[in-house]
């Protein structure tokens, strides 16, 4: 199971929500290309890139980060916020993303977002599925939905999705563990389809539970800023 530890943007510094929620807004870092070096000095080869700003306003706003993360390390970069137009999906790629996370677009705009899959294949393109109540939540989840996350995942899946990323958007940032019967559901429905969970890791206990139902991976944030697991437990895990 690959770690993919996180970094969420807003105004170009590292920060973490709770639940979402901007108003809850923790600042961790002001130079992100740090704390991706250590991540990458750790042995990670993964980041989950955020632009929470991008998110908000429905367009890449912080994409200079990325290219500067990019450029200075050599970490598999998975990008997403705001990505909702053919110009958005360029810059996100030039800058030097390898893997694009579309989430609100596939909600707002399915026949653009099925487009993409065709055009770059389902390698480069992840379904953000992000849900509250079991119901998908878009535009840096600050706007519910009535689609129940299980269909939406189905849909997506018939139509070339092979990678997901999950977050129980009532799980993320309380470190009080992941949603784990949410991804046991979406792994019986779709059992080829590389999950990744995202949301709620407190300790290296989740990590293991979760490495246990052999997801594809497993994004850490809060729970690297906020000491309860490091780096040097996370670069053993990756050893194994």
């Known amino acids: 199971m690959h770690i993919i530890p996180a970094i969420d943007l807003i105004d170009g510094k590292a920060v973490r929500l709770t639940q979402g929620d901007y108003a809850q807004k923790k600042e961790y870092n002001a130079r992100p290309l740090e704390v ?15 632009d929470l700003d991008g998110a908000k306003e429905k367009r890449i706003i912080n994409h ?11 970490l598999h970069i998975d990008f997403g916020g705001g990505v909702q137009s053919d110009d958005d999906l360029r810059i996100a790629f030039e800058c030097g ?3 694009v996370t579309g989430g609100s677009i596939a909600v707002k705009n399915p026949d653009m977002f099925e487009r993409w899959l065709s055009r770059f294949g389902a390698d480069v393109l992840i379904l953000g599925a992000d849900a509250k109540n079991e119901k998908i939540a878009v535009g840096g989840w600050e706007e519910a939905t009535t689609i129940w996350v299980y269909d939406f995942v189905d849909n997506w ?3 070339g999705i092979t990678h997901i990323i999950s977050t129980d958007v009532a799980k993320d940032g309380l470190l009080q563990g992941p949603s784990f019967d949410l991804y046991r559901n979406l792994q019986e ?17 989740d990590i293991e539970k979760l490495a246990e139902m052999k997801l594809f991976g497993v994004i850490v944030g809060k729970a690297i800023y906020e000491g309860r697991v490091t780096l ?9």
Do not use: C, W, Y
Request: proline share 2%.
């Open 36 to 50: 991706a070096q250590q991540f990458e000095d750790a042995g990670l080869t993964r980041l989950h890139l955020v």
């Open 97 to 99: 993303a390898k893997q």
């Open 232 to 240: 040097n437990e996370l670069m053993k895990f990756n050893e194994q």
């Open 64 to 74: 200079k980060v990325l290219e500067l993360i990019a450029t200075k390390t050599k």
């Open 157 to 159: 899946v018939d139509k």
């Open 189 to 205: 429905r779709a059992p080829n389809l590389n999950i990744v969970a995202s949301g709620g890791v407190s300790n290296m206990g």
